[in-house]
C-alpha cells in the first residue's frame, strides 16, 4: 500500500511522458479509445502490483523471520521489538540501500527493453554479493577478539567497495527528467524503508507475545 501511495504517481507521470512521445512520433493516436484501453490496462497493472507486492512482501517478510531466529540470541537490545529493529535495519542495508546506491531504481521511461534481463542480472548479482558478503563477514566478526571486532566492519566496507568498482555500471543512459527520476528513487526508498520499518515491529511484537523460541526449546527438551 506504502508504494501505491507514494511510488504510483511518479509512474503515472513517466508513463504520461511515453505516451506523449508515442503520439509525437506518430506510433499511437491520442484518441478515447486509446485512454479507454489504457486505463484498463493501468487498472490490471495496479491490482498485479498489489499481488506481486504481497507475494514479495511475504517472501522477504519469511526469510526475515527466519534469520531472526537463528540470529535473535546473538542481537544487542533488551526487547524482541529492539532486536528486531536493529536486524531489519542491517538487512535493509545490505540488501537494499547498498545494491540501490549502485542501480537506483528508475521509472518506466528509463531503459532498454532490450537490456531488461541484464540489469535484472545486475541488480540480483549485487544483492548477492552484499548479502553473502554481510554473512561472511558477520562469521569473522564472531571469531575476532573483541578489540579487533572492527577489522570485520573494514573487511566488509572493503569488500563492498571493491564490488561498485568492478561490476559494470547501469547501461542505460537516463533521458527522463532528473526531477521525475529523483523523486521516483525517493519514493521508492521511503516505501521500502516502511516495509521493513513495519517487518521489524510486527515480528518483534509477535514474537515477544507467542514465544516460539520457548516452545521450540520445551519441545526439544521434552523429545
Known amino acids: 500500500m506504502a508504494n501505491l501511495a507514494l511510488v504510483e504517481p511518479y509512474l503515472d507521470e513517466a508513463i504520461g511522458i511515453e505516451n506523449q512521445n508515442l503520439f509525437t512520433s506518430g506510433e499511437e493516436e491520442d484518441t478515447p479509445e486509446f485512454w479507454t484501453s489504457y486505463n484498463a490496462y493501468r487498472d490490471w497493472q495496479k491490482g498485479g502490483q498489489v499481488l506481486a507486492g504481497a507475494i514479495l512482501g511475504t517472501s522477504i517478510g519469511a526469510l526475515f523471520g527466519i534469520v531472526y531466529a537463528f540470529s535473535r ?119 521500502v524503508t516502511i516495509f521493513w520499518a513495519s517487518a521489524a515491529v510486527i515480528l518483534g511484537v509477535l514474537w515477544h507475545r507467542l514465544r516460539p523460541d520457548s516452545e521450540i526449546f520445551s519441545k526439544s527438551q521434552s523429545g
Not at 540501490?100 to 532490450?114: M, Q, R, S
Not at 552484499?130 to 572492527?150: E, K
Not at 547501469?170 to 521508492?188: H, I, K, Q, W, Y
Open 73 to 191: 540470541r546473538a542481537l544487542p537490545g533488551n526487547t524482541d521489538v529492539k532486536k528486531a529493529i536493529l536486524l531489519a535495519g542491517i538487512m535493509w542495508c545490505t540488501l537494499y540501500l547498498i545494491p540501490f546506491l549502485k542501480y537506483p531504481a528508475n521509472p518506466p521511461t528509463v531503459g532498454d527493453g532490450e537490456t531488461v534481463v541484464l540489469r535484472a542480472v545486475l541488480y540480483l548479482s549485487f544483492i548477492a554479493l552484499s548479502g553473502f558478503g554481510a554473512v561472511g563477514f558477520y562469521q569473522v566478526y564472531r571469531r575476532l577478539r573483541q578489540n579487533a571486532r572492527a577489522l570485520a566492519f573494514v573487511g566488509y566496507a572493503a569488500f563492498i567497495w571493491t564490488a561498485f568498482v568492478l561490476m559494470p555500471d547501469n547501461p542505460d543512459e537516463v533521458t527522463a527528467p532528473m526531477d521525475l527520476v529523483n523523486g521516483f528513487r525517493a519514493a521508492s526508498v521511503v516505501a
